[in-house]
Structure formats: C-alpha cells, structure tokens
C-alpha cells in the first residue's frame, strides 16, 4: 500500500507561482509512474501532467505546457509540481495519483494511488 501527501497548495495572484509537493510513503515510490491532476468545482477531475518512474520522461496537458514542470526525487519520495504564471483558470484541487507500472498515463482510472488533495487558488 503506498499512502500520498500533498502540500504547497494556496492563494496566489495571477502570474504568480507555486510549487506542489507529493509525498509518498509504503512501498517502493521509485518504481511507480506518478500524475498530477486536478478537479475544480462542477468539473471533472483532470490530467495536468505525468512522469515516469526514472523521471526521464514527462508528459503535459496543453493547458500547462510550458508553465507547469514535473519532477520527481526517488531519494526523497516525493513528487514535485512547479506551476508558473499561473491563470486563474487553475483554480482547484490539485491530486497526486501513483501507478504500479512504469508508463505514463494522462486518464485517472490508469492510477492506483490518490492522495488527498491541495487547494490551489489564483486570485485575478
């Protein structure tokens, strides 16, 4: 079983940044792909981006790309998600999600873990 923490989540004006971080703890972090997504109100849950379990490859929503970086340090377990001139549009509940193969994935029934989500909110 692998249990996920998220954290950097708050109020920040447009333009702004922050930076997410993921935490895991249970059984090998370094073996899984891991995801962000995100869900704002009356919406679904949606992909934001993905990573493999080297952090060699990456994978974005057109929506983040070239704003939001992922990364990932296997000797820290945790996941990180660098959001940049963020818009008001990425107001919502940010989800780290692990999966116990290697592959990307940008649909969430592909992943097996979830943590509780953070709540970000950028302000116009």
């Known amino acids: 079983q692998v249990q996920l923490v998220e954290s950097g989540g708050g109020l920040v004006q447009a333009g702004g940044s922050l930076r997410l971080s993921c935490t895991a703890s249970?059984?090998?972090?370094?073996?899984?792909?891991m995801g962000w997504f995100r869900q704002a109100p009356g919406k679904e849950r949606e992909f934001v981006a993905a990573?493999?379990?080297?952090?060699?490859?990456?994978y974005y929503a057109d929506s983040v790309k070239g704003r939001f970086t992922i990364s990932r340090d296997n000797a820290k377990n945790t996941m990180y998600l660098q959001m940049n001139s963020l818009q008001t549009e990425d107001t919502a509940v940010y989800y780290c999600?692990?999966?116990?193969?290697?592959?990307?994935?940008?649909?969430?029934?592909?992943?097996?873990?979830w943590g509780q989500g953070t709540q970000v909110t950028v302000s116009s």
């Open positions: 999600a692990g999966r116990v193969v290697a592959g990307l994935s940008s649909y969430p029934r592909d992943y097996d873990y």
């Open positions: 990573i493999n379990w080297t952090g060699s490859s990456t």
């Open positions: 249970g059984r090998t972090f370094s073996r899984y792909a």
